[in-house]
């Protein structure tokens, strides 16, 4: 993708509630992935969740699952049952011109 | 299996100073990309190596600059720190010969300039 839009710059989520983070694209390309990437405050970049675009199904891995709409151009990163862990900066991204163009990415704070 | 290791993970110079920061691949890649992170302008795109050659390059000044030997380990370098300079430097490493966006991040260099 060309552009990774996140116009969420901080979301808090209760203890054990789900959190939706918003991610849209742009591109014109027909073949492209979108990835999900936690950033805790180590630094690490922690690749959490992929979707293809010519996957039929949503991914999930685990508590993770992506929201896919092609047609809208979007790929939201739904987490369940937030865990105080979960509190760190997520980022979307995909390839473009650059291995990865990222979003400016979401602070999530889990509160207990 | 080990990940990407950086180093140093952190470290403070003064303006006018240069820098040097190491990336070490996982055992096997062949690609090795850099990132600059700051809180205002987010992940950008410094460059990309594979196999010794560079293979694609952000919009930064020459003061930047970067290399990749032949064990696949990189190094970038930063002259004449300007105290925008400061940011989290991340390296990843791809075992994929073309782009697919599969990347294995380090836990980044700290660079402060004062």
């Known amino acids: 993708a060309q552009k990774i839009t996140q116009t969420q710059p901080g979301m808090f989520v209760q203890e054990k509630e789900a959190v939706t983070l918003d991610c849209t694209y742009d591109?014109?390309?027909?073949?492209?992935?979108l990835f999900w990437y936690k950033q805790p405050s180590s630094g690490e970049m922690i690749f959490l969740i992929y979707?293809?675009?010519?996957?039929?199904q949503n991914a999930t891995e685990g508590r993770y699952s992506l929201n896919f709409q092609k047609a809208r151009k979007s790929a939201n990163l739904v987490i369940s049952a937030s865990q105080l862990g979960d509190s760190a900066m997520y980022f979307c991204?995909?390839?473009?011109?650059?291995?990865?163009?990222f979003g400016k990415g979401t602070r999530l704070s889990v509160i207990a | 299996k080990a990940g990407v290791t950086q180093t140093p993970r952190y470290l403070i110079k003064t303006r006018g100073q240069q820098v040097t920061l190491s990336c070490s691949p996982i055992s096997g890649h062949r690609s090795v990309s850099w990132y600059q992170q700051t809180p205002g302008q987010g992940l950008q795109f410094l460059f990309e190596y594979f196999s010794e050659t560079q293979r694609n390059k952000g919009n930064f000044p020459g003061r930047f600059s970067g290399r990749q030997f032949s064990n696949s380990r990189s190094e970038m370098n930063v002259s004449t720190l300007e105290l925008g300079d400061s940011a989290l430097y991340l390296c990843?490493?791809?075992?994929?010969?073309?782009?697919?966006?599969?990347?294995?991040f380090g836990e980044g260099s700290r660079l402060t300039v004062l």
């Open positions: 979707q293809g675009s010519y996957d039929e």
């Open positions: 991204a995909s390839p473009g011109n650059t291995p990865l163009v």
């Open positions: 990843a490493s791809s075992p994929r010969t073309r782009n697919t966006g599969e990347l294995f």
């Open positions: 591109t014109s390309d027909q073949s492209y992935g």
